[in-house]
């Protein structure tokens, strides 16, 4: 038993949420092919790609430049520019230029790795519950239809007035979708 096994005191996880991303080998490839895939709203995701870049080149040029970077995906990538207070803005700041805070976009680098990993993983499907939602102004039903290729039990959907933000665009709705589908008995 690892420590995640003893902290959670389970050998198998019992829900999935998967919020306003898409999945390594069901859709999230097409988002690294020129021209540029599109939000919700036709805006082009041409961060995938920069953000993919190699041997370090994405962290060299956003380093020291944190705030500018995090405030025009803020502005640009949400339904409601305003939803990510200045506040928020400078934790998400502090978090991503504090040592190693830049690590967070090598999640980005794995792009091909994870498809092939995912695709041979979904060949046996989850059998969990999953919540899966995406704002309507980016992702929208993606990641939904991204988990419905690798689990037999998936809900949720497109969020109206919403764009990847989804905690700070719609907390309240956000809040209530997880209190119910927590809640719920496991069958």
């Known amino acids: 038993m690892n420590e995640w096994q003893k902290a959670v005191g389970s050998t198998t996880p019992r829900r999935l949420v998967f919020l306003e991303t898409l ?3 069901f859709g999230y490839e097409d ?28 962290e060299a040029l956003i380093a020291g430049r944190e705030r500018l ?11 409601n520019p305003t939803a990510v207070s ?4 400078e934790e998400y700041v502090r978090c991503y230029a504090s040592p190693g805070g830049l690590n967070a976009l ?15 993983l979904a060949k046996t499907p989850l059998k969990m519950p999953v919540l899966a ?3 309507a102004a980016f992702l929208g039903e993606g990641p939904k239809k991204a988990l419905e290729q690798l689990a037999v039990n998936v809900r949720g959907g497109s ?9 700070e665009e719609r907390p309240q709705f956000l809040i209530d979708e997880l209190l119910k589908f927590f809640a719920e008995e496991d069958g």
């Open 23 to 25: 999945l390594g080998g």
């Open 31 to 58: 988002a690294l092919r020129h021209p540029f895939a599109t939000d919700g709203l036709g805006r082009a995701v041409w961060h995938v790609g920069f953000l993919d870049s190699p041997d370090g080149i994405p």
């Open 69 to 79: 970077l995090l405030r025009w995906f803020h502005q640009h990538f949400a339904y």
């Open 86 to 89: 200045a506040e928020d803005l």
């Open 106 to 120: 090598k999640y980005y680098s794995t792009h091909y790795e994870d498809a092939a990993h995912n695709r041979v």
């Open 133 to 135: 939602y995406g704002g």
């Open 159 to 167: 969020i109206s007035e919403c764009g990847h933000w989804i905690p």
